[in-house]
């Protein structure tokens, strides 16, 4: 009588394991994705290195928030790892083998494509931004689980040939990835090439302001300033960009702008510091501090504003 040869657990479990870690980051991708969207990033961050992670320019991917092509990943690896089952009854023993292999080798390679784009990002927030985030770490580490598990989750027929896919994919996600980021790092050179005026003066002064002003945003503005309301932010920050722009290029230079970032024109960030903000961009208004992109009509709000209201650019957000 011959026994038959058991099979590992963690080849029983593995598309558990897969599925259940995939569905863990579906869920904080796609909170996280919710407070980019609306704006509210700095308030569920509770480190203030995590801030400057979720408001820098590496946090966007083709004006799209990050964490929405993250949540993406996430769905397409629980819906690879979940599939054999919700076809078990509905199809023959030899498609459901096919489903098998062919669902085993996507999840690697979707494995592996997740696992150099979050390195190349926890690179990005170690060397680069400087700052610890959480929710990154988080996700690097299901990332690394998730490629793990996919490698020892089964018994791969030739591992040589796996080995060989898995360093094409690596390759082309690391160039994809890598081109993405190119020139997101403003400089002196690049970020403000556009403006003139920003040739020899130094600090970073992030993207140029390109609406224009109305009335009602210069009045706005002039009534801030004389009541000694504050703007704080940092250059590199795409909402602090947001901002500006709902005030339009004229207007916003009459606000009283505070540079956090060191390496930013005209830097203060010992105010900022003094301030105990909760990300950028802030408001100071009449001692009180509101975090940030504020509609215009809520500055007026909060400083007594009576004049104009007739604000003519677009709240970002919904």
């Not at 991708?29 to 408001?55: F, H, I, M, N, Y």
């Not at 224009?212 to 932010?233: C, F, P, V, W």
């Amino acid at each position: 009588m011959t026994s038959r040869k058991s099979i590992p657990w963690i080849h029983q479990w593995s598309r558990h394991l897969i599925g259940a870690i995939a569905l863990v980051g579906c869920l904080e991708t796609a909170w996280l994705t919710a407070a980019e969207l609306s704006g509210t990033a700095a308030d569920v961050c509770p480190t203030s290195g995590c801030k400057e992670v979720l408001q820098s320019d590496y946090a966007t991917v083709f004006g799209l928030p990050l964490t929405l092509y993250g949540l993406l990943a996430y769905i397409a690896m629980a819906f690879l790892a979940f599939l054999p089952w919700l076809l078990r009854q509905k199809t023959d023993k030899s498609f459901q083998s096919k489903v098998q292999e062919t669902t085993w080798l996507l999840m690697f390679s979707l494995g592996v494509a997740m696992l150099v784009f979050s390195s190349y990002l926890m690179y990005v927030m170690l060397f680069k931004i400087q700052a610890l985030c959480p929710y990154c770490i988080a996700s690097a580490i299901f990332s690394v689980t998730l490629f793990t598990l996919t490698i020892i989750g089964r018994n791969w027929l030739d591992p040589g040939q796996l080995f060989m896919t898995g360093c094409v994919i690596g390759m082309v996600t690391l160039v994809g990835v890598t081109g993405i980021y190119a020139n997101v790092t403003p400089t002196a050179d690049s970020s403000t090439a556009s403006s003139s005026e920003a040739v020899n003066i130094p600090g970073e002064i992030g993207l140029p302001i390109t609406n224009k002003s109305g009335k009602a945003e210069m009045d706005l503005a002039r009534h801030l300033t004389a009541i000694g309301a504050k703007n704080y932010g940092a250059y590199w920050c795409p909402h602090c960009h947001e901002q500006k722009e709902l005030f339009g290029q004229q207007a916003f230079a009459l606000i009283d702008y505070v540079e956090c970032d060191p390496k930013g024109k005209n830097a203060r960030p010992q105010m900022c510091k003094a301030a105990g903000l909760a990300g950028y961009p802030s408001w100071q208004i009449n001692g009180q501090v509101y975090a940030g992109v504020q509609r215009l009509e809520t500055l007026a709000d909060l400083s007594n504003y009576q004049g104009d209201r007739g604000f003519i650019h677009p709240f970002p957000y919904q």
